[in-house]
């Protein structure tokens, strides 16, 4: 009798979990008891973050600070963690700008970055710290990066239809293996393509779709969003026809490796499609049409996510659509002034009368 092959969801949280167990051998012992105490309130992609990032903090004191420099990783001791005090959490701050990672690569972190790796950090301490097993906290005591806000990048509307219409027709442009790689992977590209710009969805979300996820009596697809909770999101007629052509000329066609059989979108070896393809497969075709724009999936969402927002002006909904647990994050994104508006203001104030 054949298994039923894994859902992604299930194939992920166990490539995740055996993933974050080689991860933890690498760091200090009593450094398990953190990760195990996180894990109802974190998602195993997260714990997998937060160790490298606190991984990253050990080497910086083996490397940086004379107590330390003769120390292996597992000789460190909670006590370790209470005897530094801000100075040192400054310097691993500065540290962490530019540094060299275990295969002797310069990593350089953004504001992103730089927030991410102080916050798993303070997080990691908060849990000795909480549970009386230090008894100082010197994290407190450092400002944490601020953060700085950027503009949003995103696609217009005419943009949007530029990138749909070369998509369905650059063919006629290439030639030879790039033509033919073209068309065997046009109709697939389309429906993706159509589907990220028409329903907002995440690219993982949109890459661990089954083929029965797809629900045509009722136009909506069910999707796994973050924490594993279960979201059926509805669609236009624009996303159904691209779908259903997909799935009529190409996936109920195609072969599939073992344990592909249901996934939605396959990849040209016949398993499901990663998130790593799909975001190539964006950048190329959308930087023929925006050049100077760094286009990619999640790019597209926030293109719907201001669509939508324009069009009901409901920053509720486009919350609940979106997948936002806070709707402090969509009205931070999508109700602040937009381009047209700043381009009236252009011409708003008049310096002289004519």
């Known amino acids: ?67 330390y420099r003769s120390y292996t990783m597992d000789q460190f001791q909670p006590r370790d963690l209470e005897r530094l005090d801000p100075m040192d959490i400054e310097e691993y701050m500065e540290y962490l700008k530019v540094y060299q990672n275990d295969e002797n690569r310069q990593l350089v972190n953004s504001e992103v970055g730089l927030a991410r790796k102080m916050s798993a950090l303070r997080s990691f301490y908060q849990y000795y710290y909480k549970y009386q097993i ?137 398993r499901r499609m990663g998130i790593q393809a799909v975001e190539n497969m964006v950048k190329k075709y959308a930087g023929q049409i925006t050049p100077n724009k760094k286009i990619t999936p999640h790019k597209l969402r926030s293109t719907y996510g201001t669509a939508l927002y324009r069009e009901t002006g409901d920053i509720y909904l486009v919350a609940d659509v979106l997948g936002h647990n806070d709707v402090n994050t969509t009205k931070k994104h999508y109700a602040a002034i937009d381009e047209d508006r700043r381009r009236r203001a252009a011409t708003a104030v008049r310096l002289r009368e004519d």
């Open 1 to 67: 009798m054949t298994k039923n092959p894994k859902t992604y969801q299930e194939q992920l949280y166990i490539d995740y979990t055996l993933r974050l167990r080689e991860i933890l051998k690498t760091l200090p012992p009593f450094a398990k008891d953190y990760f195990r105490a996180i894990e109802p309130r974190t998602s195993a992609k997260t714990r997998i973050s937060y160790a490298y990032d606190i991984r990253v903090f050990f080497h910086f004191l083996m490397e940086n600070n004379p107590v």
């Open 134 to 270: 230090i008894e100082k906290n010197p994290t407190l005591l450092v400002d944490m990066p601020k953060l700085h806000d950027k503009a949003i990048i995103r696609l217009d509307t005419d943009e949007v239809a530029s990138l749909l219409d070369y998509v369905e027709n650059c063919g006629n442009e290439l030639s030879g293996q790039r033509k033919t790689y073209y068309e065997k992977t046009k109709y697939r590209d389309i429906a993706i393509l159509t589907l990220l710009l028409g329903t907002g969805i995440r690219v993982s979300e949109c890459v661990g779709l089954d083929i029965q996820d797809v629900d045509f009596k009722n136009n909506g697809i069910q999707i796994t969003r973050k924490g594993g909770k279960q979201m059926v999101v509805y669609f236009g007629d624009e996303v159904r026809n691209a779908l259903e052509v997909y799935l009529e000329r190409d996936r109920n066609q195609a072969k599939t490796l073992p344990g592909f059989e249901n996934a939605l979108f396959l990849s040209m070896q016949h």
